[in-house]
Every structure is written in C-alpha cells, then in structure tokens.
T-cell receptor, first 117, second 112 residues
C-alpha cells in the first residue's frame, strides 16, 4: 500500500519564479493537508483540502500561495514569485475519508525541499 | 507563549535506557494527541494517536495524556540506536478542523 507521495523531492528556484509542489494522498484517503517546516521551527499548518474544496486555509500566506485538490490528479501547492524566505521543507499529509476523529490521523509524505536562490 | 511547548534537546541516552519525552500545552480544548518520529531529511511518521486522557501502549512505546496538567508524554522502553530521531508531539481539538498544532520536536540520540 503506497504511502503519501510528493514530487519533486528537491526543487531549486530563482527569486521571482514559480514553484509547484505535488502531492498524491494514500490510496483511499480523500483529505489532504499541507504543512511547512522552517529551520529551527516546528511544522506549521498551511491548508486543508478535500476533493475540489478548500476546507481551511487559515495558515496560508495571503499573497503568492495557493492550493488545489482537483477531482482528478494530485493536490498542488503553488508559490508564485518565490522569495528566499520561502525556502523550507513542505510536507503533505493525508487522512482517511471518514469524518470526526480520524481527520487527525494524518500520514505524511517525504516532503519537498524548496531552495530559493 | 506557544500553544505547544517541547524541549528541543538534544537528549542523549545509552542503548537499553527508558526514554521519556514530554510536551505541555496551553489550550484546554485539545483532545486529540499524536506523537510523530522524524528521521533526518524524511517525513514525520505517525507513532501514536490518543484521544482525551489516559494511556496507550504499542510495543515499546507508551503514550500518556494528563489533561488536568496539560501534559503529554511518550515513553520508549529498551531504546535502540535506530530510535535516534526527532520526536514531534502534535495535538488538536474538534473546532480546529483537521489542523494539527506541533511542538518544536525533541532530538533523541541513543548511543550503542
């Protein structure tokens, strides 16, 4: 049973370019979460999505960041006009489709390490 | 004040020791508590998931939740060098939706 998949694993972008990070949830999971891990900081929640819906984007920066989880295909985290401060590890997690307590049973992918030069 | 506090360590123990890892929190509404293990440059791996107060055991790992003290613990018995990693606590409440609040993580080193 494949786990959460993320690609690319490493991404280098120059300042001002766009970064696209992809996440495929575990088989059978329909809830996707994105977290960011900065050096010397813990994991910080960014956004929670279900198929074609953004459920909670309270952790997303107001500008340049967007996320989607289309009916078909992986979830995408998009960062436009990247700046050096965006350099971090971005993790995707997924949880089972049932409501209630199981949304907190989150399984993480290996992460995408974004470096902005 | 952070919602979740965790001593970053590092914590170094000899092989076979009992390890105690802890987190404190300030939000009394938290009721879902998780422990993750993260190896260097890897994704967090879910170790334990508990609801409300009490103990939960899984092999060499025991998770304890004391809601009255806003304190959670993870115990590792018979620690092994392969347990060397960063351990993250995470927690949430019903009104957080699916959002997990993480501690900073404790770096553990188990010496052979």
């Amino acid at each position: 049973n494949a786990g959460v998949m993320q690609n690319p694993r490493h991404l280098v972008r120059r300042r001002g370019q766009e970064a696209r990070l992809r996440c495929s949830p575990m088989k059978g999971h329909s809830h996707v979460y994105w977290y960011r891990q900065l050096p010397e900081e813990g994991l910080k929640f960014m956004v929670y999505l279900q198929k074609e819906n953004i459920i909670d984007e309270s952790g997303m920066p107001k500008e340049r960041f967007s996320a989607e989880f289309p009916k078909e295909g992986p979830s995408i985290l998009r960062i436009q006009q990247v700046v050096r401060g965006d350099s971090a590890a971005y993790f995707c997690a997924s949880s089972p489709p049932s409501q209630g307590a199981r949304v907190y049973e989150q399984y993480f992918g290996p992460g995408t390490r974004l470096t902005v030069t | 004040q952070k919602e979740v506090e965790q001593d970053p360590g590092p914590l170094s123990v000899p092989e076979g020791a009992i390890v105690s890892l802890n987190c404190t929190y300030s939000n009394s509404a938290f009721q879902y508590f998780m422990w993750y293990r993260q190896y260097s440059r890897k994704g967090p791996e879910l170790l334990m998931y508990t609801y409300s107060s009490g103990n939960k055991e899984d092999g060499r790992f025991t998770a304890q939740v004391d809601k009255s003290s806003k304190y959670i613990s993870l115990f590792i018995r018979d620690s092994q060098p392969s347990d060397s990693a960063t351990y993250l606590c995470a927690m949430s409440s019903y009104n957080q939706g699916g959002k997990l609040i993480f501690g900073q993580g404790t770096e553990l080193s188990v010496k052979p």
